[in-house]
């Protein structure tokens, strides 16, 4: 099993900028892909971004050039820089961990962008 443990989120106005932190403990590997989904009210949980064991990422296309993800292997956390926040950001963020067995999830944190 691996735990997932998620800080940061809140309420910020457009144009603002947070920060998202998840730490994986537990039985973790080291080939894995880390990242964070979202779900706005309504919707299906989309990807905003992932990092690999390899450093390679991958962008939700509405995200591209305002947000950053970046990981700490040895420590196992992946953050989630956001900036130039807009109100369609608002969602439940959770963070991700996905091994060839498995998939984890973090308790999820809100963020709310108020225009």
């Known amino acids: 099993q691996v735990q997932l443990v998620q800080s940061g989120g809140g309420l910020v106005q457009a144009g603002g900028s947070l920060r998202l932190s998840c730490a994986a403990s537990?039985?973790?590997?080291?080939?894995?892909?880390i990242g964070w989904y979202r779900q706005a009210p309504g919707k299906q949980r989309e990807l905003v971004a992932t990092?690999?064991?390899?450093?390679?990422?991958n962008y939700n296309d509405s995200v591209k050039g305002r947000f950053t993800i970046s990981r700490d292997s040895a420590k196992n956390t992946v953050s989630l820089q956001m900036n130039s926040l807009k109100p369609e950001d608002t969602a439940v963020y959770y963070c991700?961990?996905?091994?060839?067995?498995?998939?984890?999830w973090g308790q999820g944190a809100q963020v709310t962008v108020s225009s």
């Open positions: 537990g039985s973790t590997v080291s080939i894995n892909t």
């Open positions: 991700n961990y996905r091994t060839v067995f498995a998939n984890y």
């Open positions: 990092i690999s064991s390899r450093g390679e990422t």
